[in-house]
Antibody, heavy 122, light 110 residues
Framework: QITLKESGPTVVKPTQTLTLTCSFS??????????VGWIRQPPGKALEWLAL???????RYSPSLRSRLTITKDTSKSQVVLTLTNVDPVDTATYYC??????????????WGQGTLVTVSS | QSVLTQPPSASETPGQRVTISCSGG????????VNWYQQVPGTAPELLIY???QRPSGVPDRFSGSKSGTSASLAISGLRSEDEGNYYC???????????FGGGTKLTVL
């Protein structure tokens, strides 16, 4: 059974760096094809994909946020970390991590964490 | 502004059938499988349909998906009150080298 859980600060001040951790179980990020992604959802708004990291350390970023995002993995700890620099109140959102798999076709997110709400406010 | 276009809302009475559309372009829906997610208010999204028309284990066959060209649709038959929530289409975009989501459709069961 695949489970994921997000953790990090609930409140961040503007201009600071947000660091979120996704801790997972039920799969390994060293297995061929496996990936973990981050998706966010501002209150009352739609889902927005942020970043993806795969078993071979291939990293993909949303073009609109590429300059502010970094995604890394710690396979031994079964964790993926996302950092978002220079946050602004518009970055207030629930942040989700999710499992994906890239086989013969591009991946989709088949298991999601519960999400963590991050508020950017001074 | 989402890459994939969905109607913001849909509604129908219990027992009836509703269809939600999702429109994209050649670099996304036109080239890749479409997936659908259901999000009940206050909870995380869940995969509802993958690879255009496949249902994960546990998803009732009342839910079905289809794709034609650069558009896709989600159909829900035999509507139930617990089907209320938001529905998102998603796919991979070859130009962006990443996944894209629709703006979501809020379904109300009257």
């Amino acid at each position: 059974q695949i489970t994921l859980k997000e953790s990090g600060p609930t409140v961040v001040k503007p201009t600071q760096t947000l660091t979120l951790t996704c801790s997972f179980s039920g799969f390994s990020l060293s297995t061929s094809g496996v990936g973990v992604g981050w998706i966010r959802q501002p209150p009352g708004k739609a889902l927005e994909w942020l970043a993806l990291i795969f078993w071979d350390d291939d990293k993909r970023y949303s073009p609109s946020l590429r300059s502010r995002l970094t995604i890394t993995k710690d396979t031994s700890k079964s964790q993926v970390v996302l950092t978002l620099t220079n946050v602004d109140p518009v970055d207030t959102a629930t942040y989700y991590c999710a499992h994906s798999y890239w086989g013969s076709q591009p991946p989709y997110f088949d298991s999601w964490g519960q999400g963590t709400l991050v508020t950017v406010s001074s | 502004q989402s890459v994939l276009t969905q109607p913001p809302s849909a509604s129908e009475t219990p027992g009836q059938r509703v269809t939600i559309s999702c429109s994209g372009g050649s670099s996304n829906i036109g080239s890749n499988y479409v997936n659908w997610y259901q999000q009940v208010p206050g909870t995380a999204p869940e995969l509802l349909i993958y690879r255009n028309n496949q249902r994960p284990s546990g998803v009732p066959d009342r839910f079905s998906g289809s794709k034609s060209g650069t558009s896709a649709s989600l159909a829900i038959s035999g509507l139930r009150s617990e089907d209320e929530g938001n529905y998102y289409c998603a796919t991979w975009d070859d130009s962006l080298s990443g996944p894209v989501f629709g703006g979501g459709t809020k379904l109300t069961v009257l």
